[in-house]
């Protein structure tokens, strides 16, 4: 489904009166196509007829008339970078941002995660987790090992008690 039909669909339910059906919509819109300002903007939309402005900040971040309210409350609900970023859910490079001011908004995003990082974040982060997933492969070992340990000695009491119980029952 293209993003004019999907947006068609959603002012039809905003019409009826299907607040969630028409979020749940541009939701999955702004998943499928994180550039498009015009699903985000209204996705924001939608979140101010719930009254949270939060959201509506968040989906309204990277445009040109936010309202700054909204915009202090999402970055209050997400105050690290990091946080933010995954918040924003930008996938790309900021240069393929189609406006000016979501470039800059993109840009000044990422080098406020790169300090708090102290290292440089990408918008794709795979390289990023990359660096973690060592550590985090480590723990996830040792976890398993944990387990495999518990689990053998289950399995010696187990045997134990049938072995005991089969010199009683004789």
């Known amino acids: 489904m293209t993003v004019e039909t999907t947006l068609v669909k959603v002012d039809a339910d ?7 059906v028409a979020r749940q919509r541009l939701r ?4 499928s196509y994180p550039t498009d300002l015009t699903a985000r903007r209204r996705l924001a939309d939608v979140y ?29 609900r997400h105050s690290d970078p990091l946080d933010r970023m995954t918040a924003v859910a930008w996938r790309g490079p900021e240069e393929s941002a189609p406006t000016d001011t979501a470039r800059a908004r993109l840009a000044e995003l990422r080098e406020a995660a790169s300090v708090q990082a102290g ?4 918008w794709n982060h795979e390289r990023d987790r990359a ?40």
């Open 14 to 20: 905003l019409r009826a009166g299907r607040i969630p």
């Open 28 to 31: 999955g819109l702004v998943a």
């Open 48 to 76: 101010r007829l719930y009254g949270e402005p939060a959201e509506a900040g968040r989906w309204a971040y990277l445009d040109a008339d936010r309202d700054p309210g909204e915009t202090a409350a999402f970055e209050a």
């Open 119 to 122: 290292r440089p974040i990408h």
């Open 131 to 170: 660096e973690h997933t060592d550590q985090d492969d480590s723990a996830g070992k040792l976890f398993c090992a944990g387990l495999a340990l518990a689990g053998l000695a289950l399995l010696g009491f187990a045997v134990l008690g049938v072995v005991t119980f089969v010199r009683w029952w004789l």
